[in-house]
T-cell receptor, first 111, second 110 residues
Framework: DAGVTQSPTHLIKTRGQQVTLRCSPKSGHDTVSWYQQALGQGPQFIFQ???????QRGNFPDRFSGHQFPNYSSELNVNALLLGDSALYLC??????????FGNGTRLTVT | KNEVEQSPQNLTAQEGEFITINCSYSVGISALHWLQQHPGGGIVSLFM???GKKKHGRLIATINIQEKHSSLHITASHPRDSAVYICAVGSGGGADGLTFGKGTHLIIQP
């Protein structure tokens, strides 16, 4: 049983560009949450998707948007990239009260 | 907004020592998570608890809801326990958007 998978693992983009990160949840999980982790910091909650809708959102600008597909996989889109968007982006999936399962993350570098 | 504080930020200990990492939060929660993060980024969920105490192998997690405090203990520590340990809190089950502490960087020396 594959756990949470994220792609790509690493990505380098230029300021102003747009990026799409992908996440496939663990089998049986229907909820996907996205987190941003800057170097040396704890993760920060971006948003959560359930039943193809954004259910909760953290304190992130509208440049950060997402989507969940009928198979529960999810995308995180970031527009107009800034240097400060460089971080590890983590996806976590869960179902109901089950513990979270995290992917290994996508390391985004903005130059 | 919940504030999550962990202590210590950094901890270096010798193999075999008993380790305690603390977590305090400011607002009532329904679940607290202890997570382990190794270099490279992967995060593993160690415990999710809402009351009392849980044990898994050499790891023990406790929570005091009234005092808004939780501790993670590692008995007979081993170099492979070296990692960042993160406390995170949420208000609704495992699927809730969590608020994370900054983590405790633990190094166990042989």
């Amino acid at each position: 049983d594959a756990g949470v998978t994220q792609s790509p693992t690493h990505l380098i983009k230029t300021r102003g560009q747009q990026v799409t990160l992908r996440c496939s949840p663990k089998s049986g999980h229907d909820t996907v949450s996205w987190y941003q982790q800057a170097l040396g910091q704890g993760p920060q909650f971006i948003f959560q998707y359930y039943e193809e809708e954004e259910r909760q959102r953290g304190n992130f600008p509208d440049r950060f948007s997402g989507h969940q597909f009928p198979n529960y996989s999810s995308e995180l889109n970031v527009n107009a990239l800034l240097l400060g968007d460089s971080a590890l982006y983590l996806c976590a999936s869960s179902g109901g009260w089950s513990p979270l399962h995290f992917g290994n993350g996508t390391r985004l570098t903005v130059t | 907004k919940n504030e999550v504080e962990q202590s210590p930020q950094n901890l270096t200990a010798q193999e075999g020592e008993f380790i305690t990492i603390n977590c305090s939060y400011s607002v009532g929660i329904s679940a607290l998570h202890w997570l382990q993060q190794h270099p490279g980024g992967g995060i593993v969920s160690l415990f999710m608890l809402s009351s009392g105490k849980k044990k898994h192998g050499r790891l023990i997690a406790t929570i005091n809801i009234q005092e808004k405090h939780s501790s993670l203990h590692i008995t007979a520590s081993h170099p492979r326990d070296s990692a960042v340990y993160i406390c995170a809190v949420g208000s609704g089950g495992g699927a809730d958007g969590l608020t994370f502490g900054k983590g405790t960087h633990l190094i166990i020396q042989p």
